[in-house]
């Protein structure tokens, strides 16, 4: 009979504990009940579904790829292939423009010529003609 009576308080404690439980569940529900009924969490909610539903006709309406450049739409028309000056600086206007043909930049002129005193060497000179070969 003694070992009936330690299985029946084995049993309470077990009831007891049950008992906790479901109390901490019950506050549980009671806290989750409190946030779904919160009209903040509501109107997050709404907004979120409103904004889930524009983007969903959005992507229903828009199809293909846009670009930076189809945004733009000035057209760069000047030079495409320069030569560096040794006179002035250069700028291409090409801002908020979009530019459809590469742009060249040529090299810098070079010139060598040789005469008794020794050898001359011109950079960046333009206006230097250069003859090869004969008189």
């Known amino acids: 009979m003694h070992g009936k009576i330690d299985n029946l308080g084995q049993i309470k404690a077990n009831i007891n ?3 906790q439980l479901n109390a901490q ?3 549980v529900e009671n806290v989750v009940s409190r946030i779904e009924n919160s009209d903040q969490i509501k109107a997050t909610i709404g907004i979120q579904k409103q904004l889930n539903t524009r983007i969903e006709k959005a992507e229903r309406t828009f199809s293909g ?3 930076i450049a189809d945004l733009i739409t000035d057209e760069y028309t000047g030079e495409t292939v320069i030569t560096p000056s040794s006179y002035f600086d250069q700028e291409l206007e090409t801002k908020g423009k979009v530019v459809k043909e590469n742009i060249t930049v040529k090299q810098t002129p070079y010139y060598e010529t040789t005469n008794s005193t020794g050898k ?3 950079i960046g ?3 230097l003609i250069v003859f090869e ?3």
């Open 133 to 135: 070969g004969g008189n």
């Open 17 to 19: 504990i049950q008992n």
């Open 65 to 67: 790829t846009v670009t």
């Open 125 to 127: 000179n333009e206006d």
């Open 25 to 27: 569940i019950k506050n």
């Open 120 to 122: 001359t060497i011109y």
